[in-house]
């Protein structure tokens, strides 16, 4: 029942900027922690941006003032800014829902972020 749909992804020059987006459902999603992560072909996935329920935030190093992480809870949507992308963000970027206390973890689809000229 618990459904995170991402959108936004696609192609994009290097020094461009995406707008990534991840609707919840099935969840109470105000009281729910949220993140981003990426993966590519052949890696492990990896955690780039967190917001918590009161919209604490926290980066990757190599994303730190170029990605905003920021959530509407009206809209059950946590979002993900991209700016001055570099090829190297070039991943499946997928949402993530976790409950406070929780071991258990929610994942959407992903969607393909490309960053290339």
């Known amino acids: 029942q618990v459904q995170l749909v991402e959108a936004g992804g696609g192609l994009v020059q290097p020094g461009g900027s995406l707008r990534l987006s991840c609707v919840a459902s099935?969840?109470?999603?105000?009281?729910?922690?949220m993140a981003w992560y990426r993966q590519v072909p052949g890696k492990q996935r990896e955690l780039v941006a967190t917001?918590?329920?009161?919209?604490?935030?926290n980066y990757k190093d190599s994303v730190k003032g170029r990605f905003t992480i920021s959530r509407d809870n009206a809209k059950a949507t946590v979002y993900l800014q991209m700016n001055n992308l570099k090829p190297e963000d070039t991943a499946v970027y997928y949402c993530?829902?976790?409950?406070?206390?929780?071991?258990?973890?929610?994942w959407g689809q992903g969607t393909q972020v490309t960053v290339s000229s």
């Open positions: 917001i918590s329920s009161g919209a604490n935030t």
């Open positions: 993530n829902a976790r409950e406070p206390g929780k071991l258990r973890a929610d």
């Open positions: 099935g969840i109470i999603f105000r009281i729910y922690a």
